[in-house]
């Protein structure tokens, strides 16, 4: 999608409040659009977790209206106060984590822009299909920017109650821009701000504390598969695995390996099975890490092909000499796309 630049129109949200209707936690607005990057209509939620320097209702998730998107919305957050990092009129990109629910944890990348109140985290249009797929069936997201030190970017969470949101969406009504009204005075700028009636309340639980564990390093889950450092992702059983592998020398960027580490055989024959069907039937070579590596790119991509749709495995290895019973295990394979996007090195055509 085209980068936006920053607006230089002064709005005003005192207006804005008065025509909001509600949807669930949604607010939706058609007439007098204050909050949307083009002022077309919108409908908006607050995030009921914030960070702190953020005030509390304007911590905003938004769904513009925007003609150039494919979609003819755009999605940002507002999450941090104007001038918190230096963009300079430029845009930042930077990493984010997007949990719908008690769902796989998607990783994505998103850009930061200044916007008219707050610096919005904005979700470029190419990505943007996922998370209307989430919102229409999620009643909880949790948001996470993912520190970079490098940026100047520090870590900063959000949660929104979401549910509502397809019939929010039905009642919006994109229409023409609206003029700018000049800034309005502040009613209440002599009024001393109320007292926090959270300040002494415990710190919000953290959404992704149930997607990761700790040992010596923190391990990212989606779905079924826990990542194995950066270059690796494994659905496993008690008795066996399926893993995906980076592979630099591989044709189309990944080694496919299954069993559970013990093999002695030198040579497989696998079958994969899915319910009651056996979708694939291949062979497989014991390598250094006594796991049996599926024989050739080709295999690789068909089986690739088969877990997209499917959201189990019961993968049986047979010794091809003979010297040995047969092992049988079955894996959940759910979140199996999500986490293939997130590895990164596969790069082959299925």
Known sequence: MARRTVTAISLCLL?????????????????????????????????????ADVAAGDAWLVVGCDPDAPSGFEIAAWVAPAGTYALAGETLDVDVLVRFDQGPVLEQRWFLAEG????EAVVPYEIDATLFEGLATATNLALRIVADPASGVQERTFQYDVGGFSQALAAVRCGAPQPAPGPAPDP????????????????APDPFADATTDEGGDELVIGAWAFDGQDGMVA??????????????????V?????????????????????????????????QFAAAQLDGDDVEDRLVRFLRGVVDATITLTPRAGDGPPMSYRVATDGFNDALAALGCYVGDR
């Open 15 to 51: 207006l804005s409040a008065a025509g909001a209707q509600g949807v669930g936690a949604w607010q939706v607005e058609s007439t007098f659009d204050l909050y949307s990057y083009l002022g077309l209509g919108s409908i908006r939620v607050a995030a009921y977790q914030a960070p």
């Open 236 to 253: 496993a059983s008690d008795l066996g695995v399926l893993a995906v592998y980076c592979a630099a020398d591989g044709g189309n960027g």
């Open 116 to 119: 008219a109140f707050l610096t």
């Open 188 to 203: 209440f700028a002599d009024v001393p701000a109320a007292p926090d009636p959270f300040a002494d309340a415990p710190a």
């Open 255 to 287: 080694e496919i390996e299954v069993g559970d580490y013990d093999l002695a055989a030198p040579a497989y024959e696998v079958v994969f099975r899915s319910g009651n069907i056996d979708f694939l039937t291949t062979t497989a070579t014991r390598n």
